[in-house]
Antibody, heavy 121, light 109 residues
Framework: EVQLVQSGAVVKNPGESLKISCKAA????????IGWVRQMPGKGLEWMGI????????RYSPSFQGQVTISVDKSISTAYLQWSRLKASDTAMYYC??????????????WGQGTVVTVSS | EIVLTQSPGTLSLSPGERATLSCRAS???????LAWYQQKPGQAPSLLIY???NRATGIPDRFSGSGSGTDFTLTISRLEPEDFAVYYC??????????FGPGTKVDIK
């Protein structure tokens, strides 16, 4: 069974750094792209970026380029999303998601349960 | 960058009724690259439809997708109580850049 298990909710102060994780199980981690999606409180879904665990090829949405860093540790089948200096506007739910590919189609076939990040002084 | 617009913002219907949700793209989208997701309160989204009209594994046949070019539709033929949720369309662009629509909330009338 494919599972993406994310780290728990966190509360941080503005200006602090943070790294959240997404541990994959039940499939070949290095064979599928993993993406991150933001959902601000009461709002819709925003695509942040994606990484291929096999070679760490990473692509960022223009809105998030330079704001976050996506990485992986394939030895432990885990993807990460990190911030060097958090802002209050980073308060949101963050989902990791596996990219499915079938017949030339691309879609998210599995989602993590989400990590709530709260940034407040 | 392709922008997706969904309408209506909210759809108020009763169980058993038919729901028709629209997703419009600012430029033509390949039918292979259009997907729909369902999100229930407090849950992660889940895949409903990929490549415009293909149901994901385990999705009941009351859900169907159609469309081409810039206009796509998700239809729920007869609403069940568990179908009241928010629905997002998504398109895949170049360089693995994805875009979501703003969502349509289907709530109980």
């Amino acid at each position: 069974e494919v599972q993406l298990v994310q780290s728990g909710a966190v509360v941080k102060n503005p200006g602090e750094s943070l790294k959240i994780s997404c541990k994959a199980a039940g499939y070949s981690f290095t064979s599928y792209w993993i993406g991150w999606v933001r959902q601000m409180p009461g709002k819709g879904l925003e695509w942040m970026g994606i990484i291929h665990p096999g070679d760490s090829d990473t692509r960022y949405s223009p809105s998030f380029q330079g704001q976050v860093t996506i990485s992986v540790d394939k030895s432990i089948s885990t993807a990460y999303l990190q911030w060097s200096r958090l802002k209050a506007s980073d308060t949101a739910m963050y989902y990791c998601a596996r990219l499915g590919i079938q017949g030339g189609s691309y879609f998210i076939d599995y989602w993590g349960q989400g990590t709530v990040v709260t940034v407040s002084s | 960058e392709i922008v997706l617009t969904q309408s209506p913002g909210t759809l108020s219907l009763s169980p058993g009724e038919r729901a028709t949700l629209s997703c419009r793209a600012s430029q033509s989208v390949s039918s292979s690259y259009l997907a729909w997701y369902q999100q229930k309160p407090g849950q992660a989204p889940s895949l409903l439809i990929y490549a415009t009209s293909n149901r994901a594994t385990g999705i009941p046949d009351r859900f169907s997708g159609s469309g081409s070019g810039t206009d796509f539709t998700l239809t729920i033929s007869r609403l069940e109580p568990e179908d009241f949720a928010v629905y997002y369309c998504q398109q895949y662009g170049s360089s693995l850049l994805f875009t979501f629509g703003p969502g349509t909330k289907v709530d109980i009338k």
